[in-house]
């Protein structure tokens, strides 16, 4: 046993002729939470799908937990939880006969007991004879959650745990794994959400099948090479549009009431921005770039799918 | 390859998951009782393949005794119904051509007085054969009528005129159904109808539906093996299917009356076996289906040759040699051959091997297509 929970290289998957995933490595260390971003069928499923053995790689070795990504997929079902983009348990069992089920199929001993100190830990106990189908988004999400913890696993797969919950909602969720991590659990969680980025203990940002970034969000961050400027002021859409033709301008987002300036070459962008700091009455202010800053430039270096 | 035995909890926890579904879901629950009893009163009732009281128009030329008593005979033979009685030729043409009644019997002038003379008068019979089952088994009950119904009034001076015997005499005898009774027939094949529906379409249903809802993937990340959920899947079904057939046996016994010649343990054993055969093709087609719609399209492109080619609906060494090669596929040709074989003729299991292997080989076929469709994992 090492101290990593992931330990994958060179992972490939094609379906058909399209390369879901190219090359896929990562490292993930014990009690780690590790965020993976990336667009839109960019082969994130996929990645962590290979991960807990329910899509075989084409090529690559590795293993999830001391067990082999390919040959051990039974003993890696055993001990991962995964949680799925889609709410996938059953809509016509109730909390608690989902949580039942789920016991039965990982053979839990004692399963009553687990699954009432389940419901009670989540705060789900009330409402165990619901119909799942008929929660709502931010409860279906917490069942899953507990679904997919029952059997206690060493690491989570979690695959987008957080798309359409309400913020309340999503910063309980975010104690929640962060406790589990205190307690050695290891977390692989994909999203969209950079506040969520901005709370994971490493990166990786996964675009067209390829790792273009990984590390801290710190590292991430500092890896972009970005300045990025804020600039406030009135007209701030028709100044966006001049502003995106000048020279070492390599992005220009809109904030509401600013917009941010980023390039990659300091000095060119200071050149190209000092007639408009001359302006009175725009104020100008150096930022830090953001994650979302990074991300988008290095979508745009690496262009259009393929 | 990390392999783990076969666990009877984690199979037991499927069975128990696929009953609750199956509780909830009010419109499977009504189809597995609900298409048993349509389907009974359906085609126990109100099909016939022998109809009797079809409606008759004479047009009586000759007012003689012997008329009198052939009309009779007609009436008693309970095929005929006289309705209406005609004037002219040309109420004839009328009457058939718009469908007033079925047949139309011509008895010409003094047929009676040719008949008393020997002269072989002629009896004219013109039917709506647009359906020619619908007028079959009349037409052939008219044959035996013109011997049997004027034989008495044929005595005494009139002797002559009777028919010669025959050089030699056919005696017919109708075994295992002696009064053509059509329920006999449609009822035990039912069995076999309602199940191959029921089944193949349930089951195909079953994992479409995992699939369809997302749910297959959840099951997939489980440590659940694909035959503890295979076979976890099909066990609420075979129960389904008993209940189906018992109930079908028990309206056969009760409304029916359909005779049971044969052995009950015999006959369950042989439903065993048709439902494991439709099953497994259930589980096939949910293996290649991509969602519950294909499922279904796939399940009634089986279910209607199954219907027409198997001998359920028309017999079956009537069809040509093609349909016949195409029916002899299909299980539920041999399970018709079977249901009736055991119900009707008290067929014991040894005598019942010969429909009993096509089933199996089809089972075994179905299988090997089906694993090699069924898919571990989401690729």
Known sequence: ?306 | MSRQPFSFSRWSGIIIKEFIQLRRDRLTFGMIVGIPVIQLLLFGFAINTDPKNLPTAILAADSSSWSRSLVAAMQTSGYFRITRILASAAEVEETLAHGKAQFVVTIPENFGRKLARGERPVLLVEADATDPSAVGGALSALNQLATSALARDLQGPYADARPAAPPFEIRLHRRYNPEGITAYNIVPGLLGVILTMTMVLMTGLAMTRERERGTFENLLATPALPIEVMTGKIVPYILIGLIQVSLILAAAFAIFRVPMHGSLATLYLVVLLFIAANLTLGMTFSSIAQNQLQAMQMTFFFFLPSMLLSGFMFPFSGMPGWAQAVGSVLPLTHFLVLVRGIMLKGNALHELWPAVWPILVFMLAVIGVGLRFYKRTLD
């Open chain 1, 1 to 306: 046993m090492n101290d990593l929970a992931i330990d994958v290289r060179g992972l490939n998957k094609s379906f058909g002729p399209k390369r879901a995933v190219k090359d896929f490595a990562l490292q993930v260390r014990r009690g780690e939470i590790y965020g993976f971003l990336g667009p839109n069928g960019s082969g994130k499923t996929t990645s962590i799908r290979m991960l807990c053995g329910l899509l075989k790689p084409d090529s690559g070795s590795g293993t999830c937990l001391g067990y082999d990504v390919i040959r051990e997929t039974a003993a890696i079902k055993r001990e991962v939880g995964y949680m799925t983009q889609r709410f996938s348990l059953w809509e016509d069992l109730t909390i608690r006969e989902n949580l039942e089920f789920v016991a039965r199929m990982y053979g839990m001993p004692r399963r009553h007991a687990v699954v009432a100190r389940s419901l009670d830990a989540l705060g789900l106990a009330s409402r165990r004879d619901q119909l799942a189908g008929t929660l709502s988004g931010g409860w279906k999400q917490r069942l899953a959650l507990a679904a997919c913890m029952l059997h206690e696993p060493q690491l989570l797969l979690l695959d987008e745990p957080t798309a359409g919950v309400d913020p309340k909602a999503r910063r309980d969720f975010w104690e929640e794994i962060h406790g589990l991590a205190a307690r050695g659990i290891s977390v692989l969680v994909s999203t969209h959400y950079m506040d969520e980025a901005e709370r994971c203990h490493r990166l990786a940002y996964l675009a067209w099948g390829s790792l273009l970034a990984t590390g801290t969000p710190e590292e991430v961050r500092q890896a972009g090479s970005l300045v990025t400027w804020a600039v406030a002021g009135p007209g701030l859409w028709s100044l966006s549009a001049r502003l995106r033709a000048l020279p070492g301008v390599a992005q220009v987002t809109a904030f509401g009431n600013s917009l941010h300036v980023a390039g990659e070459d300091e000095t060119m962008l200071e050149a190209a921005l000092a007639p408009f700091r001359a302006d009175p009455a725009l104020v100008w202010r150096r930022e830090q770039p953001g994650l979302e800053d990074v991300f988008i430039h290095l979508m745009s270096r690496v262009g259009a799918p393929p």
